[in-house]
Nanobody, 128 residues
């Protein structure tokens, strides 16, 4: 079974930066897709960003465009979410989710159910 482990969360002031990491124990295909979702207290989980390593295509939710950057190192099976210019509303638990992609395909941030593997989450708190 593939395991995903997130790290890099913490407390940061508004305007600051954090880099989240999602490390996969393995993938069964040469390519995969990883997405980041987040859930703030009292709110539904939302998709933030995703990447497909088959073509390095990426998707971002509008609220993070220009501030967050997703990337993935296939050799390390690690996907990063660089978060800059953090805002109070970015406060949430961030989860990564993954799926093997043996064929070419794009990722999705529409639903976590599209992914087969999920991490436990890492807390990001942005203070004023």
């Amino acid at each position: 079974e593939v395991q995903l482990v997130e790290s890099g969360g913490g407390l940061v002031q508004a305007g600051g930066s954090l880099r989240l990491s999602c490390v996969a124990s393995r993938f069964t295909a040469d390519n995969y897709a990883i997405a980041w979702f987040r859930q703030a207290p009292g709110k539904e989980r939302e998709g933030v960003s995703c990447i497909s390593t088959s073509d390095n295509s990426t998707i971002y939710v509008d609220s993070v465009k220009g501030r967050f950057t997703i990337s993935s190192d296939k050799a390390k099976k690690t996907t990063y979410l660089q978060m800059n210019f953090l805002k109070l509303e970015d406060t949430a638990v961030y989860y990564c989710a993954g799926i093997d992609m043996p064929f070419f395909g794009i990722c999705s941030i529409e639903s976590e159910s599209w992914y087969d593997y999920r991490g436990q989450g890492t807390q990001v708190t942005v203070s004023s």
